[in-house]
């Protein structure tokens, strides 16, 4: 396999990683709010359930997103040639990301459930940031 062909399949891993960073991120951000929210429309109104129900709708709609860029650049590592240096970070992120929301996505969440989830989403940020600075200091991009 000549090294151009791997440098443009580490090159498109990267990209693919950018975006499922940027999706995850928007994930934490709803995670926030939702907690936010929560607390608060414990002491507020109505008007506090209906910004809550907006708020579950992105969250569910970030974590189909994020879900399917997760997929992908999980795909797309496993199809690239990764240098050695790399190989540890990926593996992590290969088994923290297998089923990444499956447990969220059956029930109703709770304050606690976003909590939880909300650490998981930061470890997979840390993960994926780990693996793009790989390939940064690699030279790929």
């Known amino acids: 396999m000549s090294s151009e062909r791997i440098k443009k399949e580490m090159k498109d891993a990267a990209i693919l990683g950018e975006r499922t960073l940027t999706s995850l991120l928007y994930v934490q951000v ?3 709010a939702a907690k936010s929210q929560k607390i608060s429309s414990m002491i507020a109104s109505g008007s506090g359930r209906a910004v809550m129900r907006q708020t579950g709708s992105n ?3 970030y974590m189909r997103a994020a879900g399917l860029d997760l997929k992908r650049f999980r795909e797309q590592l496993h199809e690239t040639h990764i240098p ?3 190989q540890p970070k990926v593996s992590k992120f290969m088994m923290m990301t297998a089923h990444p929301f ?3 996505q059956r ?7 976003v909590g939880r989830l909300e650490k998981k989403v930061e470890e997979m940020i ?8 790989g390939l940064r200091e690699l030279g790929v991009y």
């Open 30 to 32: 709803t995670l926030y």
């Open 59 to 61: 969250m569910n709609t």
């Open 84 to 86: 050695s240096q790399l």
């Open 102 to 104: 499956d447990e969220v």
């Open 107 to 113: 029930k109703r969440m709770y304050l606690e459930d």
């Open 126 to 133: 840390n993960c994926t940031t780990e693996i793009l600075r």
